[in-house]
């Protein structure tokens, strides 16, 4: 079958390859690949940042953002049928399952370290025509969102990411009411859509411009967008006043940083990009020590995603058609088959989500 794959920590060894169809265990459902969305991550794999190719192989096939229709539900007949369509979830528990969160389902919470994730390290990802998966990892998408139904691994990032927030913010006899988040990427957007959701006035502040599609999409969902240009972070709290929340979806440590002094008190501060570069900033460390203390102000990153979470974003992913249709279809603007699959790591700055399409 045909497939993408990388050498581990080659930039530049991004390659078409043939490899044998998966063989699967007789409790693994089969599931045919339609589309793979490329990332952050994906890139930074393709550009020679580490990974690792799962034992015995000396090479990884990639993506992580996967949506598929069931092929052979193999153990899972009954709660699976061929041509349900599904997404598969990233991590797996670390080796042996020993940390207590892997053992209780919460891969995303591992002790270890010890974990895989597929396309990313120590299993095969994606992009292939097919794959093997226990369908205890696979979450079935019903056919009417299959259309966005690439969005549900990124937006399972945010669903944690504020599921944290609010069980959080419970330590607060009210609800928060104003919130930032910072870049108009997929998860961004997303972040914004789920805020929206909520009812909780929401600025997006992004460098793209303010015709923009990522624009667009910010305001037909309800929230303002802002571009750094106009007013830098390092304003939001003398634009906007007291802040509740605070996204986090860019990656650019230094954001991070100034982001702290925009928090309103009592409010929170969500991590959730992955910062990548040398981007040290000096930093006064009383000053930060006080603005937490003094402010009931909280810090809290958040990687990965439990299942859940994935199911929390089927029904959301509901929402947004109900809410807002078409919206979330518009942010998958770029497709690519996968004869030209080279092109979907061009990026342009117009891109949003761009996705490999296998069918």
């Not at 052979?72 to 049928?81: E, W």
């Not at 501060?269 to 930093?283: D, E, H, R």
Request: one cysteine or more.
């Amino acid at each position: 079958m045909r497939a993408v794959a990388v050498t581990p920590g080659v930039s530049g060894s991004l390659r078409p390859i043939e490899t044998p169809e998966p063989n699967p265990a007789a409790h693994e459902a089969v599931v045919r690949v339609t589309q793979v969305g490329i990332c952050g991550t994906d890139m930074a794999i393709v550009g020679g940042m580490h990974c690792q190719s799962p034992s015995g192989s000396d090479f990884l096939i990639i993506g992580h953002e996967s949506l598929g229709q069931v092929v052979d539900p193999g153990g899972a007949a009954g709660s699976l049928s061929p041509g349900d369509y599904v997404v598969a979830t990233v991590r797996r528990p670390c080796i042996h399952g020993r940390c207590r969160p892997c053992r209780s389902g919460h891969t995303d919470m591992c002790l270890t370290g010890d974990f895989t994730e597929r396309g990313i390290a120590g299993r095969h990802g994606y992009m292939a025509e097919y794959y093997a998966e226990d369908p205890r990892f696979l979450v079935k998408v019903p056919a009417q969102l299959a259309p966005v139904g690439a969005l549900l691994e990124p937006l399972s990032v945010p669903e944690k990411g504020l599921r944290q927030v609010w069980k959080i913010q419970e330590r607060l006899p009210w609800a928060p009411r104003k919130a930032v988040v910072l870049g108009a990427g997929p998860i961004g957007l997303l972040a914004a859509m789920l805020l929206r959701l909520r009812g909780i006035d929401t600025w997006v502040f992004d460098i793209a411009s303010p015709g923009s599609a990522k624009a667009s999409i910010a305001s037909q969902t309800g929230a303002a967008f802002v571009n750094t240009a106009d007013v830098p972070v390092s304003a939001i709290a003398q634009a906007l006043g007291p802040v509740d929340v605070i996204v986090e979806a860019t990656g650019y440590s230094p954001l991070a940083v100034e982001a702290i002094q925009q928090l309103g008190n009592n409010g929170v501060l969500c991590l959730l990009g992955m910062a990548a570069g040398a981007n040290a900033v000096p930093i006064d460390s009383g000053a930060f020590n006080n603005a937490l203390v003094t402010g009931n102000r909280l810090v809290v990153g958040s990687v990965n995603a439990n299942l859940a979470d994935f199911q929390a974003g089927v029904d959301d992913l509901s929402e947004f058609e109900k809410e807002w249709p078409g919206v979330a279809a518009s942010m998958l603007n770029r497709r690519v088959p996968l004869t030209e699959y080279q092109t979907a790591f061009q990026r342009s700055p117009e891109d949003i989500k761009v996705t490999v399409l296998l069918d």
